[in-house]
Each structure stands twice: as C-alpha cells, then as structure tokens.
C-alpha cells in the first residue's frame, strides 16, 4: 500500500467514536473499554489517516466466534498480525480507514500503546519531531511496508523514553 500521511484531522475523533459504536453493537457485553490511540489520536501530528483503536475484551479467544459477523460487514481480519493474544481487524480495504487492535484486558500490549499515546499527548516537542520525522520518511519511502520498517527503532527508542516518563510520573 502507498504511503498517506496527512496533516491532523479533527474528524478522526468522530471516525473513533462512530466505529466504536459499530463495534460496541457486534461483540456487546465482550467488550471492557475502547481506547483511541497512534498518531491519529495525537492532536498536530501528522498521521497516515487510518484510525488505530483498541478494543479492550474479557476474553479474546471469543473474539474469533464473531468473525463471520466482522467479514459480512467488510471488515478484513488479520489475526494476531505479529502481537501475540491480539486480534487485528481492518476496516476500508485499499483506502484503509481503522485498525481496530482487540486485546484481551490482562495484554501487556496495552499499556505498551498506551503510554506512549500519552507521553505524545503531554510532551509536544517529542509529538513535533516525531511527525516531522514521519513526514521525512514518507519523503524518501512510497510502501506502507518500506515506511514502517524504517521507523521501527525510532519508535522503539520513543517507547522507551515515554515508558521512562510514565515511570518517573
């Protein structure tokens, strides 16, 4: 897929809100709590414009018994996708609207996403490089692919600096 980065967009909260609904209405009582998280949740950031939501569950292996449900309303389940205990749903094909992220509440993944969310959030400078960053990649890399990979320990070293952050709070 072709790399999309945009500029913040205030309509992503709602695009958030409105598949929490849909989502809300097909796993019902499964479900703990949602939580907006990546750059689309990062208010200025520069953010390829697929929401990135997680779905917080009781349990995830009844989150497979709702799969056909999922694909008979468009969505493309991609199993663990790497991330043990998670499901990844995606939502909108070719033109990508949400990665839905569902993890059973005990995951340690959550916090991981999380935190950094919120280091983002309290320390604009770091939000600011890091979307100037993204916007520089997206320069040089055209493959969702080749982008991602060429983040990837850029964001890894965000992480721990946000997990220090959290811990120092």
Known sequence: MEVRLSDFNKDWRNMYLEECRIIKSILEDEVIRFEHFGSTSIEGMKAK????????????EKIDLFDDEFLSRGYDLAGEWGIKG????????INRTHHIHIYEQSNP????????????????????????????LAEEYNETASYSKAKKSYVK???QQAIRWYKGK
């Open 49 to 60: 414009p697929v929401i990135d939501m997680m779905v917080i569950v009781n349990n995830i």
């Open 157 to 159: 070293n965000l992480e």
């Open 86 to 93: 998670r499901r990844l749903i995606r939502k909108g094909g």
């Open 109 to 136: 993944e959550i916090d991981r996403h999380l935190i950094l969310r919120d280091y983002l959030r309290e320390n604009r400078e770091m939000a600011i490089e890091y979307s100037n960053y993204k916007a520089k």
